[in-house]
């Protein structure tokens, strides 16, 4: 629970209450394996969470870049939890960002290195407008034995 008596929290047991992670031992781990840093430090499992330090913190693909507001030693509701942190909206654009190009390449679409050329072009004007385009080679090109 957020309590106003406290004024430092072991950093695995704050990540647990802001539910960054299921279980301590999660936060441990990441702690541990570098991917939390406080102030742009890596700290130790047992570093203490204060108000107004800033933690990054790396989940899988995403990261977030957070100010502690408030402290718990409990794990509580989603609702407290949120409470206890103010992420950054660089953070926020950036995690949103990432999260669309993601599900862009799970659905197959991968964003091009290059402009495409005009063949291509035209190939995707066609299929925006649903009209059939024959992309097999023209008379000329053919061979006419």
């Known amino acids: 629970m957020v309590s106003s008596q406290l004024t ?20 441990k781990a990441a702690i541990e394996g570098g991917k939390i840093e406080i102030d742009g430090h890596k700290p130790k499992v047992s570093k203490e969470v204060v108000i107004g330090a ?3 913190i790396r989940i899988g693909s995403y990261e977030h870049q957070i100010e502690v507001t408030g402290l718990a030693d409990k794990r509580g509701s989603a609702t407290i939890a949120q ?5 950054s909206e660089s953070s ?8 669309a190009q993601l599900r862009m390449q799970r659905a197959g679409l991968r964003v ?3 402009r495409p050329t005009k063949h ?16 097999s080679p ?7 034995d």
């Open 54 to 56: 800033k933690l990054s």
């Open 112 to 114: 091009p290195q290059t």
């Open 120 to 135: 291509q072009r035209q190939a995707i004007k066609a299929l925006k407008q649903n009209q059939p385009q024959d992309f």
């Open 83 to 87: 409470r206890l942190y103010q992420e």
């Open 138 to 144: 023209s008379s000329s090109e053919r061979d006419t």
């Open 8 to 27: 430092r929290v072991r950093l695995d047991r704050w990540l647990w209450a802001a539910r960054f992670f299921k279980t301590r031992t999660l936060a």
């Open 92 to 99: 926020l654009a950036t995690r949103e960002a990432l999260r």
